[in-house]
């Protein structure tokens, strides 16, 4: 009798902060399994941004560094520059990168900085208690948008991940979700690809993860997966945006 | 015959493998763990149709979940 799944090595066996049904930790887990299948956590480092990431220090045996609110993509820069034979990574929500660091990830993306970005969308400030975020959708309520997001006042969702894909710099960029076994499947192979092309020093790439929310949301685990399949996934589709084959830099 | 280990302790009870297990070998427990989570439970009764296929381990957003085969 073999053991065929276990803990992934680079994942510490301690219990994770998040809530019950919290997908952070499944987007965890393929980062920690992406890390050991391409034997890089000896070089590896983390960037957390602020959010429910912010922890991420506890769960990988990796190095860490805590970057202020949005600011990841900035403090990647600075490291992958300092040191780069490392892999950097950063780990941040939507309310951190598409609100608060916007710019940060833009430009880093737009001087094709050779990080990754792994972004969690979950499509409300997760940490802060469940605020309207630049990602929140159409008539969706939060504490911040009580009867429901307005284009007339709030504008509409942003799209990260095309976004991104129109910049230059960027080698990857995709979006999965990790509602099914079939879309975990499929963001696994994204995380591997990401971290595969920053090791070949093709570019800025970034992975955006749907993600769900149900303590914000106002919903049980398995009704925040049926909302992300009926209303994230119409309005984020999923796909490849870009990807580089070659080092085509201009 | 392939069979899975949850860890009662770590699991939080969000029931994402008892909606994807194809062969319904898992179900909600009577019995809260010392966190007061009802967590998830192998039905031992019915091992004999798990298939090792991974699927709720692949889902445990706690990595909760050992497969054995």
Not at chain 1, 200 to 220: K, Y
Request: with cysteine; glycine share 8%; net charge neutral.
């Amino acid at each position: 009798m073999n053991r065929i799944f276990q803990r992934p090595a680079s994942l510490l066996d301690r219990p994770t902060h998040f809530c019950p049904g919290c997908t952070h930790g499944i987007a965890h887990r393929l980062i920690a399994e992406a890390i050991d299948e391409l034997g890089i956590r000896e070089r590896t480092i983390g960037i957390p941004g602020v959010g429910c990431c912010v922890f991420l220090y506890h769960y990988f045996p990796i190095d860490v560094l805590e970057a202020p609110h949005g600011r990841a993509p900035a403090c990647a820069t600075g490291m992958k520059r300092a040191q780069p034979d490392k892999i950097i990574f950063a780990y941040q929500g939507d309310g951190d990168m598409a609100a608060i660091g916007t710019s940060e990830v833009i430009h880093a993306a737009n001087r094709g900085e050779n990080v990754t970005v792994f972004y969690i969308n979950n499509s409300v400030y997760g940490m802060t208690g469940g605020q309207m975020a630049p990602t929140t959708l159409l008539g969706q309520q939060t504490t911040t948008s009580p009867y429901g997001r307005d284009f007339k006042s709030e504008g509409y969702p942003i799209r990260m991940a095309e976004m991104l894909a129109t910049l230059e710099g960027v080698c990857y960029s995709t979006r999965v979700a990790l509602h099914t076994p079939r879309h975990v499947n499929q963001a696994r192979k994204a995380v591997i690809k990401a971290l595969e092309m920053q090791n070949a020093e093709m570019g800025f790439s970034v992975v955006e993860m749907l993600s769900t929310c149900n303590t914000n949301w106002r919903v049980t685990p398995l009704e925040a997966i049926d909302m992300i399949e009926n209303e994230m996934i119409p309005y984020y589709p999923l796909g490849v945006f870009k990807e580089r084959t070659g080092k085509d830099f201009l | 015959m392939p069979y899975i280990v949850i860890d009662s302790e770590r699991c939080k009870g969000c029931y994402f493998c008892v909606k994807y297990c194809p062969r319904n070998v898992i179900r909600e427990s009577t019995m809260h763990n010392k966190t007061g989570y009802f967590p998830a439970e192998f039905i031992h009764e019915q091992e004999d149709r798990c298939t090792g296929c991974k699927t709720c381990a692949i889902m445990c957003p706690d990595t909760a979940i050992e497969v054995f085969k």
